[in-house]
């Protein structure tokens, strides 16, 4: 049963540049959620897609927007990249029916602005 | 603002000892908590997850849930060197499932030999 998978796993960027990171739920979840994690931080919830729609959202700016695909994979984008994005960047999936709140996180990418 | 408080330790405790790791949070409508197990450079890990007040065992860890107080801790029995991590306590905000978690900023658990 394959876990979350997440890619890429690092990534360098320059400051106003856009990035695309990508993730794929672990099998039977539909619900996709998006967190940044600063060095020594828990994670910050950026958003979550469920049936393709931006179900919620964090206190993030509209720089950073989001899809999530037909088959519940979803991707995260960030455009005009700041030295301030720089982090290690979670996708989490759940939608078990029984624990539909449980998140299971990818291994994450981490993304370096410079 | 909906918060999670966690002291951020480090934590030490000695091999075969119990470490206990507590945790409080703003949202009275909070209805699902967490416990994560994050390593060093790798991403978090669900150890526990618990929804009623009072006690749930698993192996070696049990997690408490006391919502009139909101707090919620996690104790491990029989620490062992693998358990040494960072400890991260998370919310769901309000009623419904598969909402937005807030998590705290981590407990950092050393076991030492």
């Known amino acids: 049963d394959a876990g979350v998978t997440q890619s890429p796993t690092h990534l360098i960027k320059t400051r106003g540049q856009q990035v695309t990171l990508r993730c794929s739920p672990k099998s039977g979840h539909d619900t996709v959620s998006w967190y940044q994690q600063a060095l020594g931080q828990g994670p910050q919830f950026i958003f979550q897609y469920y049936e393709e729609e931006e179900r919620q959202r964090g206190n993030f700016p509209d720089r950073f927007s989001g899809h999530q695909f037909p088959n519940y994979s979803s991707e995260l984008n960030v455009n005009a990249l700041l030295l301030g994005d720089s982090a290690l960047y979670l996708c989490a999936s759940s939608g078990n029916r029984d624990y539909q709140d449980e998140q299971y996180f990818g291994p994450g990418t981490r993304l370096t602005v410079t | 603002q909906k918060e999670v408080e966690q002291n951020s330790g480090p934590l030490s405790v000695p091999e075969g000892a119990i470490a206990s790791l507590n945790c409080t949070y703003s949202?009275?409508?909070?209805?699902?908590f967490f416990w994560y197990r994050q390593y060093s450079g790798k991403s978090p890990e669900l150890i526990m997850s618990?929804?009623?007040?009072g006690d749930k065992e698993d192996g070696r860890f049990t997690a408490q849930l006391n919502k009139a107080s909101q707090y919620v801790s996690l104790l491990i029995r029989d620490s062992q060197p693998s358990d040494s991590a960072t400890y991260l306590c998370a919310v769901n905000e309000g009623y419904s499932s598969a909402s937005k978690i807030i998590f705290g900023s981590g407990t950092r658990l050393s076991i030492r030999p």
């Open positions: 949202d009275r409508g909070s209805q699902s």
């Open positions: 618990i929804y009623s007040n």
